[in-house]
């Protein structure tokens, strides 16, 4: 017989057991996965859907129609710099040492991941320093890279990169010689990756060592050669740079293809980038007129950028972004989708950019900013700040770079209206901000 004075308390208790239950099952659900693109010297003008015409990318083309685009993202001008700053959320005047190498003493987005229960893994080019365990170092579980310890060239002079390449597995040189192609090898090693960790979270991040010269024919190529032992220059040849561009969307194309076959699409963040402007000698047409590679140069064709995100279910189709956006956002952003906060003893310069992903406001920026040099010497230092319309260097030279791209005639102050006045001393303070940092 049941006591109905004890039963509404029984009842409460039911509720409460249920309530906590349903809060477990929402508190166990998996972090997303991330999964970051990032092709080698491949400039904005490149991808179709940014208004190149001289190439076709229509797997990167259907992520921006599928996720959104950012019109305004930015790179810093080469490799080394890009990469420091895209994976300690940065800018190069606090943590650059020298070309090749990441100080040892930095954190990385893969290091916080990692903590945060992640499993991570890296494959394609590294350049971040020659010490056997430097990819776990900085937080990656698994790694399978190119230019890890070894050298770019074999003993005869020719490039390791592409046709039947040398690369380094967890750290274990292996030279291939079966015909293969790096960036099949390297596409294979994370999406088996992804495979045996599609149970949990997991961070794939890819910096992909196409389209980086020297200029090669792909397996996709009619001349491909599988017994090439590599190209004998630096260059190659730019006619295959074409070649290269397609086989690098196909293998963008290949990863999300994976990521849907498993039913990951609404757990799985993709984001596309590259990593500076493209190469000389090639030269696209972009928006209706040539657009010369500027890979190492501070000029648009330097440093600006594709910046592509796929989240399905998550961000809304055919997003656009004018915002603008620079590396160091990058590890706050991936911070942010993960749920993970960081530390608060580590600086960084960053903004997240998931609030824009996500349909609102966020907080967006009024200026970008650049400490670049090569070596991290101080006499071919470029430092400056830049807004969508001017830029500043720490020199003095303002230019309106909607006008004059490839800075060639410098304004002075006093030729300026109030609306480049304004910009001048906003991208002054910018300045100001950095000073004495190095």
Not at 5 to 25: E, V
Not at 230 to 248: E, I, R, W
Not at 302 to 323: R, Y
């Amino acid at each position: 017989m049941i006591n109905c004075k004890i039963q509404p308390i029984r009842l409460c208790i039911l509720i409460l057991g249920i309530f906590t239950f349903n809060q477990g099952i929402l508190a166990q659900k998996r972090q997303p996965n991330i999964i970051l693109i990032m092709a080698d010297d491949l400039g904005v003008e490149i991808i179709n859907s940014y208004g190149g015409t001289s190439y076709s990318t229509p797997f990167i083309d259907a992520m921006a129609a599928q996720g959104a685009k950012f019109e305004y993202a930015f790179a810093q001008p080469l490799c080394t710099p890009s990469r420091v700053q895209l994976m300690t959320g940065q800018y190069n005047i606090r943590n650059y040492t020298v070309f090749g190498q990441l100080d040892r003493n930095q954190t990385t987005f893969a290091n916080l991941l990692k903590e945060a229960g992640y499993k991570t893994a890296i494959a394609g080019k590294w350049q971040l320093g020659k010490e056997q365990d430097s990819p776990q170092h900085f937080g990656f579980d698994e790694s399978c890279l190119w230019q890890h310890m070894l050298g770019a060239t074999n003993k005869d002079g020719f490039d390791t990169r592409y046709a039947n390449p040398v690369l380094e597995i967890n750290g274990v040189p292996k030279h291939f010689t079966g015909g293969q192609f790096s960036t099949d090898i390297t596409s294979d090693f994370l999406i088996d990756f992804i495979e045996k960790n599609q149970d949990q979270p997991f961070f794939a991040y890819y910096p992909m060592i196409i389209t980086h010269c020297p200029f090669v024919p792909t397996p996709d190529s009619k001349d491909w050669d599988p017994a090439s032992p590599g190209s004998p220059t630096y260059k190659g040849d730019p006619q295959y740079f074409g070649d290269m561009v397609a086989y690098m969307d196909k293998i963008v194309g290949k990863i999300i293809a994976k990521v849907d076959e498993l039913g990951l699409g609404e757990d799985t963040i993709i984001i596309f980038t590259g990593d500076n402007g493209t190469d000389e000698p090639v030269v696209s047409m972009y928006r209706w007129k040539e657009y010369p590679g500027g890979k190492k140069y501070t000029t648009e064709n330097g440093i600006h950028v594709p910046l592509v995100v796929k989240w399905d279910n998550h961000i809304k189709p055919g997003t656009l972004s004018d915002d603008l956006i620079d590396f160091s956002d990058f590890l706050p952003t991936l911070m942010e989708v993960a749920g993970v906060k960081t530390p608060k003893n580590l600086p960084l310069d960053g903004i997240s950019f998931l609030p824009q992903l996500l349909g609102k406001k966020g907080n967006s920026r009024n200026w970008v900013y650049s400490w670049y040099t090569r070596n991290g010497d101080l006499e071919s230092l470029k430092e400056f700040a830049w807004d969508k319309e001017f830029k500043l260097y720490r020199t003095g030279e303002f230019y309106n770079i909607q006008e004059d791209w490839l800075e060639k005639n410098p304004i002075s102050y006093e030729e300026l209206d109030r609306k480049g006045k304004e910009s001048y001393k906003i991208l002054q303070s910018a300045l100001k901000k950095y000073e004495g940092l190095r």
